[in-house]
Nanobody
Framework: QVQLVESGGELVQAGGSLRLSCAASGRTFSSYIMGWFRQAPGKEREFVAAIARGGSVRYYADSVQGRFTISRDNVKNTVYLQMNTLRPEDTAVYYC???????????????WGQGTQVTVSS
């Protein structure tokens, strides 16, 4: 079992930056692919980014490539999402997730946090 707790979401102006954090419980953090998804009102949950177990390989949605950076600290059992040049369309609840394999579907992942709200004003 892995428990995930996100933090860092808040209201920010367009063009600004935020860093989301996700703290994981358990001693098997380094064995999981870690990812971030987001869900805007009235829309399906969508893939944002994922990172391999050792952190050497990272995956991004086209919509955030070049603006967002995912990273992880396997000592602190934490995964981060640095978000730069934020746009109003980035407004969503952001969810941290963990799973045994990389994928871009929510069903590819086993564990989910409760989410943190990011609101970007224009």
């Amino acid at each position: 079992q892995v428990q995930l707790v996100e933090s860092g979401g808040e209201l920010v102006q367009a063009g600004g930056s935020l860093r989301l954090s996700c703290a994981a419980s358990g001693r098997t953090f380094s064995s999981y692919i870690m990812g971030w998804f987001r869900q805007a009102p009235g829309k399906e949950r969508e893939f944002v980014a994922a990172i391999a177990r050792g952190g050497s390989v990272r995956y991004y949605a086209d919509s955030v490539q070049g603006r967002f950076t995912i990273s992880r600290d396997n000592v602190k059992n934490t995964v981060y999402l640095q978000m730069n040049t934020l746009r109003p369309e980035d407004t969503a609840v952001y969810y941290c997730t963990a799973g045994p394999f990389y994928g871009r579907r929510s069903t590819d992942y086993s564990y989910w946090g409760q989410g943190t709200q990011v609101t970007v004003s224009s």
